[in-house]
């Protein structure tokens, strides 16, 4: 290899040259948009940097504490950055809170009561929220607690069914769960322009009812956020978007006083609230993953992008399609067959910096109703935000990529997944 000879390094790292010729072509009508992306990066980073030092982030903060965790600066200083980027009253960010279902789960069950009802008025949960609500039978369930639930799916063309959400909301709805991503559907992702209509018309007909919005892999992608559109509450991962690859668990709901104290209550305990929980030595990764958040979430962005216009230009379906505007970090491909999302999960594996030479195999995952094939080496374990690929085996055969902490790395995924799909016979490239 010559050294510095950027086409030769991908021969060595087994990108064929009809297939890097393809990317590069496809990237090439890419680059305006791309610019775009910075921009936007640019103007988050600025937000996030501006609420850190508006809080007065020190060293001091970056410390932690032990055991009670009583008096913790560096904690409340963080959740109150939080705040001031989703431009909430307040903030719950904790190492505690496990992943974005916890996150999720801890939302709906500290903010609902025997009796209330649940609506989600955009079709069907997230899988593993299924469990959490009842609507598959499992131990300590919303629905075990006497609280229903009902949904209002999407039209056939994406919009919202403003009739029959009108006519699903009564006396005993409480809480309006609104998922921002797609899930493993094909549906599109919600802008926060979308959403905010959509929390305006609730609001109009039911001005006490909260409205959550699961924010997991839309933060920083736009300019704005759920909660500058009316959502009472927005919800996370840490291990998405908002942690920066940085950290290594965690979850955060921003939003209303009264929400965000309901949550830590249950978090915790009553009496106790928000005033405990130890730190330990996270807050570091907390604050610089926060920090570097706006600029990772702009490589995932590219790196989806990129590879929506590589296989919609193959000829495969593609959510969202190559030149829609991006409101998550998602990318879809239905391959219509198991071969394509089993070839394609292979190649995000043997892309990866950690397990590269495992090869991912289909499994029964906790909280799924069919077998899921996930591809992920990664540095944190089940860290969307890094470059991971997973998809539930059942028709349509869809495979969902996200993230990237690097746009470099986004790219050879991408060339990675297709070079296997092209060895597969999953994938044909035009001659």
């Given at each position: 290899m010559k050294e510095g000879n950027?086409?030769?390094?991908?021969?060595?790292?087994?990108?064929?040259?009809?297939?890097?010729?393809?990317?590069?072509?496809?990237?090439?009508?890419?680059?305006?948009?791309?610019?775009?992306?910075?921009?936007?990066?640019?103007?988050?980073?600025?937000?996030?940097?501006?609420?850190?030092?508006?809080?007065?982030?020190?060293?001091?903060?970056?410390?932690g504490t032990t055991g009670y965790g009583y008096n913790?600066?560096?904690?409340?200083?963080?959740?109150?950055?939080?705040?001031?980027?989703?431009?909430?009253?307040?903030?719950?960010?904790?190492?505690?809170?496990?992943?974005?279902?916890?996150?999720?789960?801890?939302?709906?069950?500290?903010?609902?009561?025997?009796?209330?009802e649940l609506l989600s008025p955009v079709g069907k949960p997230y899988d593993t929220l299924e469990e959490v609500i009842g609507i598959r039978e499992s131990r300590g369930s919303l629905k075990e607690y006497g609280i229903s639930y009902r949904q209002v799916d999407l039209l056939p063309d994406g919009g919202f069914d403003y009739e029959n959400i009108e006519k699903a909301l009564n006396e005993r709805t409480r809480l309006v769960t609104i998922q921002r991503s797609k899930g493993y559907q094909t549906r599109p992702t919600l802008s926060v322009k979308r959403i905010g209509e959509l929390i305006a018309f609730i609001k109009s007909r039911k001005p006490d009812c909260i409205c959550?919005?699961?924010?997991?892999?839309?933060?920083?992608?736009?300019?704005?956020?759920?909660?500058?559109?009316?959502?009472?509450?927005?919800v996370g991962s840490l291990i998405k978007n908002p942690g920066g690859g940085l950290a290594p668990i965690g979850g955060y709901i921003a939003g209303t006083r009264e929400c965000v104290e309901n949550a830590a209550c249950r978090l915790t305990s009553p009496g106790l609230g928000?005033?405990?929980?130890?730190?330990?030595?996270?807050?570091?990764?907390?604050?610089q993953g926060l920090f570097l958040a706006p600029t990772v979430t702009a490589s995932a962005l590219k790196g989806a992008i990129f590879a929506a216009n590589v296989y919609e230009r193959l000829g495969f379906g593609v959510v969202p399609d190559g030149k829609e505007s991006r409101h998550d970090i998602i990318q879809a491909v239905t391959f219509g067959k198991p071969e394509g999302l089993i070839a394609?999960?292979?190649?995000?594996?043997?892309?990866?910096?950690?397990?590269?030479?495992?090869?991912?195999?289909?499994?029964?995952?906790?909280?799924?109703?069919?077998?899921?094939?996930?591809?992920?080496?990664?540095?944190?374990?089940?860290?969307?935000?890094?470059?991971?690929?997973?998809?539930?085996?059942?028709?349509?055969?869809?495979?969902?990529?996200?993230?990237?902490?690097?746009?470099?790395?986004?790219?050879?995924?991408?060339?990675?997944?297709?070079?296997?799909?092209?060895?597969?016979?999953?994938?044909?490239?035009?001659?």
């Open positions: 950027i086409s030769d390094f991908y021969r060595e790292m087994g990108i064929s040259e009809p297939v890097l010729r393809f990317g590069e072509q496809v990237l090439e009508e890419l680059k305006g948009r791309f610019g775009e992306i910075d921009e936007t990066a640019e103007y988050n980073q600025l937000k996030v940097l501006k609420a850190m030092q508006e809080n007065k982030v020190s060293e001091a903060c970056l410390l913790d600066l560096g904690r409340e200083t963080l959740e109150s950055v939080y705040a001031a980027v989703f431009h909430t009253q307040d903030a719950l960010v904790r190492p505690q809170i496990t992943c974005g279902t916890h996150a999720l789960a801890l939302a709906l069950m500290s903010n609902l009561r025997p009796g209330d959550m919005v699961d924010n997991c892999y839309g933060e920083f992608v736009e300019r704005i956020e759920p909660t500058d559109v009316g959502a009472d509450m927005c928000k005033e405990v929980g130890a730190s330990l030595g996270i807050l570091p990764q907390f604050y394609f999960c292979e190649g995000i594996q043997a892309a990866a910096p950690v397990d590269s030479f495992v090869r991912p195999e289909p499994w029964d995952m906790p909280g799924y109703d069919s077998q899921v094939i996930m591809a992920a080496g990664a540095f944190v374990s089940g860290s969307s935000i890094e470059l991971s690929a997973d998809g539930p085996l059942k028709p349509p055969y869809a495979v969902y990529f996200q993230g990237g902490l690097t746009w470099p790395h986004a790219k050879f995924g991408i060339l990675k997944s297709l070079q296997r799909c092209v060895e597969a016979k999953a994938v044909q490239l035009p001659r």
